[in-house]
């Protein structure tokens, strides 16, 4: 596949004070999902993946922070056709930061780690990629 026909995303998984912040979907866009999410985006221009996590977790939640590649990537088709692979990002922070959503959400919601089920996003790659970074940050405490 050539990289002109591949398109870039990122997925960015917040987890603060043992809860992980979840976004709703505007649904009031047409055509768009319901349900919640954790922060996606693509990859614009020549940035890099990370340049893009960052950049969009600073747009869709006004978090300014680093954040951690936990190699962890999907491969599938969107809702256009096009190929895409998307690759996860983790921004663990101590506290629970002040959340500036844009339009892209109506609301957000802190679940605690424990408490999160598959059943609390709309697509499964959400939760898989909240697994590998409940695993990652985890780890890091032992």
């Known amino acids: 596949m050539n990289e ?4 870039k995303k990122v997925q960015v998984v917040i987890i603060a004070e043992e809860s992980l912040l979840l976004f709703e979907f505007n649904n009031q866009i047409p055509n768009n999902y319901e349900g919640f999410q954790n922060i996606t985006g693509s990859v614009d221009g020549d940035e ?12 869709e939640a006004g978090v300014e ?10 491969s599938f088709f969107d809702r256009w056709k096009k190929n895409c692979v998307e690759k996860v990002y983790l921004c663990h922070l ?5 959340i500036t959503l844009n339009e892209e ?22 939760f898989e990629a909240f697994e590998s970074c ?3 940050v985890q780890e890091k405490k032992r």
């Open 48 to 59: 890099s993946f990370e340049e893009a996590a960052i950049r969009e977790l600073a747009e």
């Open 105 to 126: 959400h109506l609301f957000y919601k802190w679940v605690p780690m424990n408490d999160v089920v598959v059943s609390d996003f709309t697509f499964p790659t959400n």
């Open 4 to 7: 002109e026909t591949l398109k």
């Open 65 to 74: 922070s680093l954040v951690i590649d936990i190699n962890k990537e999907f």
């Open 94 to 98: 101590n506290k629970k930061p002040e």
């Open 134 to 136: 409940r695993k990652f």
